[in-house]
């Protein structure tokens, strides 16, 4: 990015920075021998044009909303459009989760994000054994086509986008979205929203996996086809890295094993005879925010530009828009702890900076109380004002993509796409993503980063706030949100009325219809729409495609 | 020669949160203890199971998903049926403080909550495991 002789200049000053810096150290050493990233990775002191001498501006950034799409993914990003506000929300009931939907909207969030709880993400409903204890805990339960009339009752779906954290049953979920709307009078075409559909990353981190890795895949390819021919504004994925840094990677095993998933997915869709250009617009990714300001930035650049490489380079994508890594971002709900939970404010404002300065198309800000239970309405509001603070106070969305250009950013940037790269290369020598998470290799990596993450903060090389430094004796804090036991009960007593009014023959019918689908080639997802449309549940959808595709295994190591 | 500690770390219920259990699996084998992981989604009644199976010293639950004040009494329970009340019992995760004495009561010997480091867990179970 500079002319030679200039830098020939710069590095003989470097040099002599270096020397007296060094004969200064001596006498007043730094505060500590090494300075470490939240991922483990060393800082530099200071860093120059030196540092980034090799980075041409043209090919590695060049402008926003073009390739390589390191500085945003359009021209104008936030000062034509601010990020989405999107609250992931959902607990109990359909009726109580509709209702802080309403809330939400009439505060000023843009998306709805709809957390469904553990019993229906994993293909179950409300009066199964493993559901016990479950129903409503940390998501709204869903059992059929009713739960989701009433989750969704009085809030128009053409106006609305609608975010799904729903994974093994994501075809259920979205042919009873779709068939809401129709009640509704909102055509398939109008509806904009995106379903998670990431069941990789389910193996690997969060574990709401039902059916094995190849019938997985073919029901999220069978998504793909049938949403690019049918409901065409719909994200049909959400290639996710979050639960993958949760579960303790690196930033750099964030961006590396969630690309690495996302070539899966493209390599099994084109294996089905799908143009890559037809479904690829439609992927989009969920990233991680965390503590450290400048590697997440850098982070989020490195994410865009590699993406945008492996699109046009690997699978020869034509459309620039198959080429853009379009995000959701989180903000770090491990890094939130459980001693003074207020602290946790400040951290989530970190994050959500730097999440809008690494170019986020949508944001979900954790609340204060997370580290203890789900959050009140009181912290929510606190986690979207901040969301909002940053948007209209800070300043920061006034101009795009504003730290490009600093030299520690643009070499952290190319630093992070690096190890990245090296890990996608890595696994595609084990044979791709599938097979490096079903020999173990991608979640022993997560765990001994954990791990090393752990003993960090227990010898105090890693300073957490109100934990291992500047702690003080604390009351247990009050006025948790609780979720009442009676929610299972109440499940239970609906589906009995459900099966009771229904007709069963119809039922039947149209899930015998389904098992014969699954069984062949056919794109399942019609046949899904039209059990969900009769009210068949959405344990005996999943049941059925237990009894065809079977059931995953876990590989336990620790 | 003192046994070596046997300990079995579980997840009940559908709760895919496994990083803590791992991690604190982890520290436990290198503290020198003889450590077993259940895996997801198990039933208390899976886990007992394990229990005696594996004739462990303590069964260490992991839970992130709410669900703790119904699951975690079962094990307790079940345990007692099968005899085995001289295994100790502990649990860690998102538990509200305010549930503790609950699940106390119900015979959960200690709870560890977010922020409680690996050395004390490990200190605990060393001192509280019942001698065979």
Redesign the interface.
């Known amino acids: 990015m500079f002319d030679r002789d200039k830098l020939d200049d710069i590095r003989k000053a470097a040099e002599l920075f270096e020397e007296s810096t060094q004969k200064s150290i001596r006498k007043r050493p730094e505060r500590k021998e090494n300075f470490m990233s939240a991922s483990g990775d060393e800082v530099g002191r200071v860093f120059s044009p030196v540092d980034v001498e090799d980075i041409d501006y043209m090919e590695e950034l060049n402008f926003p909303g073009q390739y390589p799409y390191t500085r945003g993914v359009q021209p104008t990003m936030y000062r034509g459009r601010l990020w989405t506000m999107r609250m992931y929300a959902g607990f109990a009931t359909a009726e109580a989760s509709n209702e802080r939907y309403k809330l939400l909207l009439a505060q000023g969030g843009s998306g709805l994000s709809v957390a469904f709880d553990l019993p229906t993400q994993i293909g179950y409903d409300s009066d199964h054994s493993l559901a016990e204890g479950e129903v409503g805990k940390v998501g709204v339960a869903i059992d059929s086509l009713k739960d989701m009339e009433i989750l969704f009752g009085g809030i128009p779906l053409d106006k609305v986008s609608t975010s799904m954290t729903i994974n093994a049953p994501a075809a259920v979920l979205l042919a009873m979205y779709i068939a809401v709307a129709e009640k509704q009078g909102v055509s398939m075409e109008k509806l904009r929203g995106t379903i998670q559909n990431d069941i990789l990353k389910e193996y690997i981190a969060r574990g709401t996996y039902i059916f094995p890795t190849e019938p997985s895949m073919r029901l999220i390819t069978n998504i793909f086809e049938y949403c690019s021919e049918n409901v065409p504004q719909w994200n049909t994925i959400s290639i996710s890295g979050y639960h993958i840094r949760e579960a303790g990677s690196t930033a750099a095993q964030e961006v590396g094993f969630t690309l690495a998933d996302g070539i899966a997915y493209v390599e099994a869709a084109i294996a089905t005879g799908l143009d890559v250009d037809s479904f690829a617009p439609r992927l989009s990714f969920f990233f991680n925010s965390h503590n450290d300001l400048l590697e997440e930035i850098s982070k989020f650049r490195a994410a865009r530009r590699l993406w945008a490489k492996i699109m046009k380079e690997r699978f020869n994508a034509k459309n620039p828009k198959s080429m853009m890594l379009k995000f959701h971002t989180q903000t770090g709900g491990s890094t939130l702890t459980a001693q003074q939970p207020d602290n946790n404010i400040v951290r989530v404002a970190i994050q959500t900076l730097a999440a809008v300065l690494g170019g986020t198309q949508s944001l979900h800000t954790n609340s204060r109380d997370e580290a203890l239970a789900l959050p009140t309405e009181d912290s929510v509001r606190i986690a979207l004002r901040t969301q909002q603070i940053v948007a209209h106070e800070s300043g920061v969305t006034n101009t795009v993509d504003p730290l490009a250009g600093s030299y520690f950013i643009e070499s952290k940037t190319k630093d992070i796409e690096e190890q990245a790269y090296a890990y996608i290369k890595k696994i595609d020598e084990l044979g791709g993503a599938p097979k490096a998470i079903d020999n173990g290799y991608i979640q022993q990596e997560i765990m001994d980063a954990a791990y090393r993450c752990q003993k960090d903060i227990e010898t105090e090389r890693a300073v957490v706030v109100g934990v291992n430094k500047f702690t003080v004796e604390e009351e247990p804090p009050k006025d948790l949100l609780r979720v009442d036991m009676s929610v299972g009960e109440g499940q239970k007593k609906k589906l009995q009325e459900l099966k009771a009014e229904r007709d069963s023959q119809a039922v039947e019918a149209n899930l015998k219809a389904l098992k014969k689908a699954c069984e062949g080639d056919d794109n399942v997802m019609p046949f899904i729409l039209e059990a969900v449309k009769s009210y068949a549940t959405l344990g005996e959808i999943c049941g059925v495609m237990r009894e065809v595709f079977g059931e995953y295994q876990q590989s336990v190591r620790i | 020669m003192e046994r070596t500690i046997r300990v079995l ?1 579980a997840k009940p ?7 803590g259990a ?2 604190i ?3 436990l ?1 290198d503290a020198g203890m003889e ?1 077993i ?5 198990q ?1 208390p009644q899976q886990i007992v199971n394990a229990a005696i199976q594996e004739d462990v010293d303590c069964v260490a639950i992991s839970i992130l ?3 703790h ?3 975690l009494p079962k094990v307790v329970d079940l345990l007692r049926d099968e005899d085995a009340s001289d295994i100790l019992v502990v649990g860690g995760g ?1 538990i ?3 549930d503790i004495p609950f699940l106390k009561e119900k015979g959960i010997s200690e709870v560890f ?3 409680t ?3 004390t867990t490990i200190e605990y179970i060393r001192n509280n495991v019942k001698r065979k």
Do not use: F, I, M, Q
Request: aromatic residues 2%; without cysteine; charged residues 25%.
């Open positions: 770390v219920g559908l709760d895919g949160h496994d990083r791992k991690v699996a982890r520290a084998r450590v992981y259940t895996g997801l989604r039933t998903s709410g669900a004040n119904t699951l998102v509200p403080g305010e909550t977010p922020g480091t690996t050395d």
